[in-house]
């Protein structure tokens, strides 16, 4: 039975930084595209970041262009999320989703995959 894992999440000051981590058991996803999404309390979950098997390619939303980074290492079964300069807009769970496929997407249809979230909280 495949599992997704996420931790990291917390309360930080806007401006500050955290990293999540999404650590997956049962099975290994290193052929597949890893990604993240998060959802805000009233609104429907949304795409944050994703990353190929690889992870030489990734692609962001653009709403955390240039502050988030997405990575992985395989040998670890493991993808992360470092995420910078935060603020209160960034405060929802996030969660971390396994790919069916190799490739990227940030359609939630694409993962098939998914962790119980972590909340993230930043205060302004």
């Known amino acids: 039975q495949a599992r997704l894992v996420e931790s990291g999440g917390g309360l930080v000051q806007a401006g500050g930084s955290l990293r999540l981590s999404c650590a997956a058991s049962g099975r290994t996803f290193s052929s597949n595209a890893m990604g993240w999404f998060r959802q805000a309390p009233g609104k429907e979950r949304e795409f944050v970041a994703t990353?190929?098997?690889?992870?030489?390619?990734?692609n962001y939303a653009d709403s955390v262009k240039g502050r988030f980074t997405i990575s992985r290492d395989n040998a670890k079964n493991t993808v992360y999320l470092q995420m910078n300069s935060l603020k209160a807009e960034d405060t929802a769970v996030y969660y971390c989703?396994?790919?069916?496929?190799?490739?990227?997407?940030?359609?939630?249809?694409?993962?098939?995959?998914w962790g119980q979230g972590t909340q993230v909280t930043v205060s302004s």
């Open positions: 990353i190929s098997w690889s992870g030489r390619s990734t």
């Open positions: 989703a396994g790919g069916t496929t190799s490739s990227m997407s940030s359609s939630l249809n694409s993962y098939n995959y």
